[in-house]
């Protein structure tokens, strides 16, 4: 069975930072990608940050320089270092693992933990 449990959310003031956590199970994490996207009210959800099997980064003009995604294949968790935090970074963050295998794509999902930024 397949779990994503995200911790690390809450209320901060902008300009502060948060570390958001994802632990992984029931998954060969190490090859597979995985991301956090988050999602506000009334808003599409949105990719912030993805990480390959290979360690590579990628990140939206949004986020780019205040956010950070890395990963611990050993500890089978990848976290979401964020700085300089504004009231639009608002919003549930969930953690994404995905995975081609044979053509066919694989995608799991955790449940989300809200991050609320005050102005």
């Known amino acids: 069975q397949v779990q994503l449990v995200e911790s690390g959310g809450g209320l901060v003031q902008a300009g502060g930072s948060l570390r958001l956590s994802c632990a992984a199970s029931?998954?060969?994490?190490?090859?597979?990608?995985m991301a956090w996207y988050r999602q506000a009210p009334g808003k599409q959800r949105e990719l912030v940050a993805t990480i390959a099997s290979d360690g590579t980064t990628n990140y939206p003009d949004s986020v780019k320089g205040r956010f950070t995604i890395s990963r611990d294949n050993a500890k089978k968790t990848v976290y979401l270092q964020m700085n300089s935090l504004k009231p639009e970074d608002t919003g549930v963050y969930l953690c994404?693992?995905?995975?081609?295998?044979?053509?066919?794509?694989?995608?799991?999902w955790g449940q989300g933990t809200q991050v609320t930024v005050s102005s």
């Open positions: 029931g998954i060969s994490f190490s090859l597979n990608a």
């Open positions: 994404n693992a995905h995975r081609r295998i044979y053509g066919r794509d694989y995608d799991y």
